[in-house]
Antibody
Framework: QVTLKESGPALVKPTQTLTLTCTFS??????????VSWIRQPPGKALEWLAR???????LYSTSLKTRLTLSKDTSNNQVVLTMTDMDPVDTATYYC???????????WGRGTLVTVSS | QSALTQPASVSGSPGQSITISCTGT?????????VSWYQQHPGKAPKFMIY???KRPSGVSNRFSGSKSGNTASLTISGLQADDEADYYC??????????FGGGTKLTVL
């Protein structure tokens, strides 16, 4: 079955760079049509799409955050890595990774990882 | 990219039907049939409920249905049950080749 799991630091300081890893199983990012996205949700607030990486290594980023985000994938280890630079307290959120199909919906989600930005 | 507009809250009694709207523009909801809906219970990850405007994934109750008219998509839940009480989010593909979520709607089952 398809599973995804996010990992990374629970606490980062302002101005630091955040690195999150999504480790998945049950599918391959070498399969045509497969994609993985990152989504975040500040406490008590709405979901916000951040970025997406596709089977062909195409990468798309949120317009408002693209200067701070970088995606990469390690297909041999079934992992997708998101880095976000210059972290700020407003970036405090639960960060989710999710699988996407060809039709651009998020069909499987990880449980999320809470990242707090504080000095 | 601005978030899609959803009502902050809706409510209904058990057995009733409710509809949650999701309003965007011709650059997102109105321009593509890539609208999806997600249910999120407190402290849990979102659950995939509807895709391609009106299609239900395997395992999702047929009490959940989706539709679209112009720039507004809608999620209808019929035969409300206590467990339907949750937050609901819509999502759409956009002309900028990005994705956008709605602001979320809290459903209360009275």
């Amino acid at each position: 079955q398809v599973t995804l799991k996010e990992s990374g630091p629970a606490l980062v300081k302002p101005t630091q760079t955040l690195t999150l890893t999504c480790t998945f199983s049950g599918f391959s990012l070498t399969t045509t049509g497969m994609r993985v996205s990152w989504i975040r949700q500040p406490p008590g607030k709405a979901l916000e799409w951040l970025a997406r990486i596709d089977w062909d290594d195409d990468k798309l980023y949120s317009t408002s955050l693209k200067t701070r985000l970088t995606l990469s994938k390690d297909t041999s280890n079934n992992q997708v890595v998101l880095t976000m630079t210059d972290m700020d307290p407003v970036d405090t959120a639960t960060y989710y990774c999710a699988r996407m199909g060809y039709d651009l919906y998020f069909d499987f989600w990880g449980r999320g990882t809470l990242v707090t930005v504080s000095s | 990219q601005s978030a899609l507009t959803q009502p902050a809250s809706v409510s209904g009694s058990p057995g009733q039907s409710i509809t949650i709207s999701c309003t965007g523009t011709s650059s997102d909801v109105g321009g593509y049939n890539y609208v999806s809906w997600y249910q999120q219970h407190p402290g849990k990850a979102p659950k995939f409920m509807i895709y391609d405007v009106s299609k239900r994934p395997s395992g999702v109750s047929n009490r959940f249905s989706g539709s679209k008219s112009g720039n507004t998509a809608s999620l209808t839940i019929s035969g409300l049950q206590a467990d339907d009480e949750a937050d609901y989010y819509c999502s759409s593909y956009t002309s900028s080749n990005t994705l956008v979520f709605g602001g979320g709607t809290k459903l209360t089952v009275l």
